[in-house]
């Protein structure tokens, strides 16, 4: 199963655009990549998730490149309420049901 | 609206005592988790079933058990609890058609916070 390694945290200031790099090197060929964000004393919710270059929806973007060993979630404009825990995920849906989260990337935005 | 409801949010056990923690989804999902999460750790999975009465084991199954009798619950059993099971435990359900178009998105329950004593 793939890995995945992201930072272990990140600052911004309301209002910028906030990209987080996750890397999978050893994403196999049915590998989707999921992103989840988790506030505190919840559980993690679906952000998005893609396959291969770029799939954008209400909330944020997924970049992918070509060869598939990172990805990029972008948040535009992000506001005090997107300080959360980000987590991406490797695997699911067309592969292995074992989804593992790994520490994920704990984002505080500033005033 | 979609929903995975965990039997209970806090409790506080014994060193020693069994504990069950029941998870109950009514999406009629296929796939059930229980993961754990600890500060500094993020999720880590415990057990999980893709099918009633199927199980397989996560990253860390060491002390525990899960049981899925029927397809909407899945319970998460601990022997014999103790101090170092103290955690948040999060359960989960997606089947592979699950969520916005198709993307077998995990549905998480609000989490239980147990506290082994």
């Known amino acids: 199963l793939a890995k995945t390694t992201q930072p272990i945290s990140m600052d911004s200031y309301e209002g910028q655009e906030v990209n987080i790099t996750c890397s999978h090197n050893?994403?196999?060929?049915?590998?989707?990549i999921t992103w989840y964000q988790q506030f505190p004393s919840q559980g993690p919710r679906f952000i998005i998730q893609g396959y291969k270059t770029k799939v954008t929806n209400e909330v944020a973007s997924l970049f992918i490149p070509a060869d598939r060993k990172s990805s990029t979630l972008s948040l535009p404009r992000v506001s005090l309420s997107d300080t959360a825990v980000y987590y991406c995920l490797v695997g699911g849906t067309l592969s292995s049901y074992k989804l593992i989260f790994g520490s994920g990337t704990r984002l505080l935005v500033r005033p | 609206d979609v929903k995975v409801t965990q039997s209970s949010r806090y409790l506080v056990k014994r060193t020693g005592e069994k504990v069950f923690l029941e998870c109950v989804q009514d999406?009629?999902?296929?796939?059930m988790f229980w993961y754990r999460q600890d500060p500094g750790l993020g999720l880590r999975l415990i057990y999980f079933?893709?099918?009633?009465?199927?199980?397989e084991k996560g990253d860390i199954p060491e002390g525990y058990s899960v049981s899925r009798e029927k397809k909407e619950r899945f319970s998460l059993i601990l022997e014999s609890a103790s101090t170092n099971q103290t955690s948040m435990y999060l359960c989960?359900?997606?089947?592979?058609?699950?969520?916005?178009?198709?993307?077998?998105?995990?549905?998480f329950g609000e989490g239980s916070r147990l506290t082994v004593l």
């Open positions: 989960a359900s997606s089947s592979l058609t699950s969520g916005r178009d198709g993307t077998g998105e995990l549905f």
């Open positions: 050893n994403i196999a060929t049915n590998d989707y």
């Open positions: 999406m009629d999902h296929e796939n």
């Open positions: 079933s893709y099918d009633v009465k199927m199980k």
